[in-house]
C-alpha cells in the first residue's frame, strides 16, 4: 500500500539524535530552531507529526522511511506516530428496514461464521482423498465397458483401463481401491468355488496392481454372489435356504486366496453368521496376521444394491436376500450384529447404505466402539440439482455422523474438487 507524507498538529515531546536529512518523508518542522539536525530538544512552537494515508492503489507495498526499528520507536514514543487507513464505515440497510433495539443475546453463534475464514478456523469436520476408497468393477475383457444401471461407472479391463483408472486416482491422493469383479457365466457354480481359484480374476488382478503401485492400498469383497450360479451370498441348500456355515467355509478359502495375492483388507459382504471370526482364524492361520478385516456389519436388504448386482451380474435368480441380510427397519440389530463383529475381530465396520437414518447408527456405533467406521457412498447422476454441490455435501455428512473412509464412487471426482481441479 503507497503512501503519501503531510504535516497535522500534534504534541511532540523531545526528540534526539533525529537526522532528518537522511530519512525520506520526514519533512523539517519549520517552527522548532532548534531541530537542525543536532541533538536538541522541541520546547516551543505548535509541535507536528506526519500521517501515512493509504493511497487509492490499495495493492501497492507501503513506501519505507528508512528508519531503523529504535527511530521508528522513539518517534512512536515521541508522539509522532503515523496514521493508519480509515475504518470502513458500517455499510447502510436498504431502505425500509425497520430501527429496532439489539436484542439482548450473550452469545451470537453467528459471529464464527462470519467470513470464509472465521468458518475454516472452527471447522470439526475435513474431508481428504486419504478418507476415500475407491470401488472399481473390473472384468476379464481388454475394453472399458458401460455400466448401464450406473452412469459414468465402467467395467474395466483388469490389465489396461483398470491400471489406467488407478494412476488417476493417485495423481489426486487417492490410494485406496476396493475390487468388484464380473466374472464368466462358465465359470460360475453352485458352490461358487472359483472366488478361491488363485488364478482367477481377483488375485491375478491384485497382483498386477502391486507390481505397478506397490504402496496402493487394495481392499477385496468377499462374498459368493459374483461366483455363484444362483447369484446368492451364500450356498443355496434344495429348499432355498441359504446354508450359514458352509458357505462361511468358502468364505475363509476366498479371503485367504486373496490376501496370498496380496490383498490389504479383505471385507466379507455376505451377512453370514460367525464369518468374521472364522476368516480371522483362517488369516492367522496361514500367516496373514496383518490382513485387516473390514465386515459389512450392517448390510440390509436393500433395493439400493440393484445398479451394483447388475453391474456384477450377480442378481439373485430367485427370492431375495431377506434371510441373511437385514430387514432396512431395523436398528437395534444393526448394533447387535457390530457387537458381534467387533468381538470376533474385526478391524474396520462398514455400513453400506446413505439414507438419512443410518446416520444415526454411524454415530452410535463411533460413540460405542473404538474400531474405525466406513460408510459406503451410492451413487449417481445428479441432473436436476447441483452435482458437484450435492456429491460433498453427502460426503461431508458421513464424515460429520463418524465414518472415518468412505467407499464412493464419486471418489476420483471428489478428489479433484478437493485439489482445486475442474470436473
Avoid at 6 to 11: A, K
Avoid at 132 to 146: K, M, S, W
Avoid at 388 to 404: F, I, P, Q, T
Amino acid at each position: 500500500m503507497a503512501s503519501t507524507i503531510v504535516n497535522v498538529p500534534s504534541n511532540v515531546g523531545a526528540v534526539k539524535g533525529l537526522d532528518c536529512q537522511s530519512f525520506v518523508g520526514l519533512r523539517p518542522l519549520t517552527n522548532v530552531r532548534s531541530l537542525n539536525c543536532v541533538r536538541t530538544s522541541i520546547k516551543a512552537s505548535p509541535p507536528r507529526r506526519f500521517a501515512v494515508r493509504a493511497s487509492e492503489q490499495r495493492d501497492a507495498p507501503a513506501r519505507k522511511l528508512g528508519m531503523s526499528d529504535a527511530e521508528c520507536e522513539a518517534a512512536v514514543v515521541a508522539g509522532n506516530v503515523p496514521d493508519a487507513p480509515p475504518v470502513p464505515p458500517k455499510a447502510a440497510a436498504p431502505a425500509g428496514t425497520p430501527v429496532v433495539p439489539s436484542l439482548p443475546l450473550n452469545r451470537r453463534p453467528r459471529r464464527n461464521r462470519k467470513s470464509p475464514a472465521l468458518r475454516a478456523s472452527f471447522q470439526e469436520t475435513t474431508l481428504s482423498p486419504a478418507n476415500f476408497v475407491y470401488p472399481l468393477f473390473i472384468h476379464e475383457g481388454e475394453e472399458d465397458t458401460p455400466i448401464g444401471a450406473m452412469p459414468g461407472c465402467y467395467r474395466l479391463g483388469w490389465r489396461h483401463g483398470l491400471v489406467e483408472e488407478v494412476s488417476k486416482a493417485r495423481d489426486v491422493g487417492v490410494n485406496s481401491i476396493v475390487l468388484f469383479p464380473k466374472i464368466p457365466d462358465g465359470l460360475k457354480t453352485p458352490t461358487g468355488d472359483e472366488a478361491y481359484n488363485d488364478n482367477g480374476l481377483v488375485p491375478r488382478t491384485i497382483q498386477l496392481l502391486k507390481d505397478k503401485f506397490p504402496d496402493l492400498v487394495i481392499y477385496t469383497d468377499v462374498a459368493l454372489d459374483p461366483y455363484s450360479s444362483d447369484g446368492h451370498d451364500g450356498i443355496v441348500r434344495e429348499d432355498g435356504v441359504i446354508m450359514n456355515d458352509e458357505t462361511v467355509h468358502q468364505l475363509c478359502k476366498q479371503a485367504v486366496s486373496q490376501a496370498r495375492a496380496g490383498a490389504d483388507v479383505v471385507s466379507p459382504s455376505d451377512m453370514m453368521d460367525g464369518r468374521v471370526g472364522a476368516i480371522r482364524a483362517a488369516l492367522d492361520a496361514e500367516g496373514f496376521h496383518d490382513v485387516s478385516i473390514m465386515s459389512y456389519t450392517a448390510k440390509y436388504a436393500s433395493s439400493f444394491y440393484g445398479p451394483f448386482r447388475e453391474a456384477l451380474d450377480s442378481n439373485p435368480r430367485f427370492g431375495d436376500k431377506k434371510t441373511y441380510q437385514m430387514n432396512p427397519a431395523n436398528f437395534r440389530e444393526a448394533l447387535v450384529e457390530a457387537h458381534e463383529d467387533e468381538s470376533e475381530g474385526a478391524d474396520i465396520l462398514l455400513v453400506g447404505e446413505t439414507w438419512s437414518s443410518i446416520l444415526r447408527y454411524y454415530k452410535v456405533t463411533r460413540d460405542n466402539s473404538s474400531l474405525p467406521v466406513a460408510a459406503y457412498q451410492a451413487g449417481g447422476v445428479l441432473k436436476m440439482i447441483d452435482e458437484e454441490k450435492v456429491m460433498m455435501e453427502s460426503l461431508m455428512c458421513l464424515r460429520r455422523a463418524g465414518a472415518d473412509i468412505i467407499l464412493t464412487y464419486f471418489a476420483l471426482q471428489a478428489a479433484k474438487c478437493l485439489c482445486g481441479e475442474k470436473r
